[in-house]
């Protein structure tokens, strides 16, 4: 036990100090936490870190999916419906199906269905290794969402055909029931995400305390995924339809100090866990390698590259198809070619391939094979399409082009909500005549946001700097204090306890009117999630001061 914890600790410790140093450096941190986890592989006495596929698929995974689909844009995810679920179901079987006719292709007595068992697991796109590479550096919003919610499905849609493809090896199912399967697992997943994402939503209306609204947040992911797996549909379809409602939701059905709370352990568990993940599979490389010591090293290669190609041509074909022609056959609005390129571009395997592969039965035609391929799949994505995207992005003109969009986006989103606060004020000065010393002052606080607001907007026309608009909207949006004498008698006490109690109530009454601006702006789409929980944050954090005064 002691040993466990320790190395717990290792781990812990080490993917804290390469995030740090990766910050530094400018390297993404996937990458650097995988290059740390290869080199130490090989450092003698260090402890044997295995991968425990049930670990990484019942409690990781998990816990991953639910932060990501509590952060993900609801609205965008709409709107890129069907490219979405094209990615997500279709490009994953696909993969699946033309991986699988090369490797049984290649590999003499492997079988098609074994085959397509490998197809399975190196198929989807990761979703930890998608978000984080997409978080440092500016992709077009389009692609972000499509990745974001590519990332979020496919990993469901993987591992039900790695299920169907590892029953058909062992004669336990066929490929002509695999549809009706398929369909069954991924509408059930939905069905019991639903139903108990409502469930947790009730419940957290009525937690008012941010410390028990944690606790519920922390357990949410496995009250979705456990009874949804032992019902034998998607725990994962499941634990992604209940983060995405929750998340949309939290708005209304969460407190202030709770999001405020619950955020920054979102943030913090996500961050631990998506670098222990990369780090793990870093450290597995000497067990992989030791594991194909008596395969012949040129039939090894020929496989694997031939498998690496298959999901790149694969992919970038798919991606064409479906964004160029098929959105011109349709009628639809089409993604530009640079966008094409970023998404076709953005599949990199991570974790959940390399779990999955651990799952397969001892006695499964050649395993070992197949677990190396697939991390040498990893590998290869992770290092070459992970280190070349940030640049591959810079050279092409959409991401450059949106940032100062976004930016004004932001600004005039800061804008109107000063105007939906102003107007608030108005109503409650025309209801509650002689106040007029607080309202003089909320005023006041008002107007200097509106200031700050219109010169981050002009400045974004100009060129886009991401720290400038926030931070000169959080000098302008500052809670101003009442004044408070050293030495006052209980009347005047009691006088200027009212004003505070005053100030308090109609500061209140206009953070809800900017938040419902915000919630209608992001919910018509002419806000961006991350923009909006930003501002909402700031928001929190002001009504929190309100609270506490």
Known sequence: MVHLV????GLVIVTALVRAGARRTGVPDPIALLLVGVAASWIPGLPDYRIDPDLVLVVILPVLLYCAGFAASV????????????????????????????AAALVPGLGF??????GAVVAP?????ATAIARTIRLPRRVVALLEGESLFNDAAALTALTVAVAAVTGATSFAGAAGEFLLVALGGVAVGAVVGL????????????????VVFLVAPFVVYLPAEELGVSGLVAVVVAGLYLGHRATTIMEPGARVVTGAVRTAVSWLLEGMVFLLVGLQLRTVVTGISGLPPLAVAGVTVAVVGTLVVVRFAWVVLAEQVAGTALGKRHASWSESILT????MRGAV?????LTLPVAFPQRDLIVFVTFVVILVTLLGQGLSLPALARRLPSARNEAGEEAQEE?????????????????IERENPGREPVVEQLRRRVNNRMEAASEALEAASDAFDPEGGAEAAGRGGAVESVAEPEEESDETARSHEGVRDTYRRYGQAMLVAERSRLLALRDAGTLGEEAFVRLQHELDLEQAALTVR
Do not use: K
């Not at 269905?113 to 490998?118: K, Q, S, T």
């Not at 600004?411 to 109503?427: F, Q, V, Y």
């Open 353 to 357: 391939s390399l779990a999955a592969v």
């Open 411 to 427: 600004a005039r989103a800061r804008r109107l909500a000063a105007d939906a606060a102003l107007e608030c004020l108005e109503e």
């Open 6 to 9: 320790a190395a717990v600790v």
């Open 125 to 129: 796109p990761d979703a930890v290794a």
């Open 75 to 102: 609205p965008a995810f709409r709107i890129h419906l069907r490219p979405i679920l094209l990615l997500a179901v279709g490009l994953t079987l696909a993969s699946t199906l033309a991986v699988g006719a090369v």
């Open 113 to 118: 269905a074994a085959a397509c068992a490998l």
């Open 344 to 347: 076709s571009w953005a599949g």
């Open 199 to 214: 469930a947790i939503g009730w419940v957290r209306r009525r937690v008012l305390h941010p410390y028990t609204d944690v």
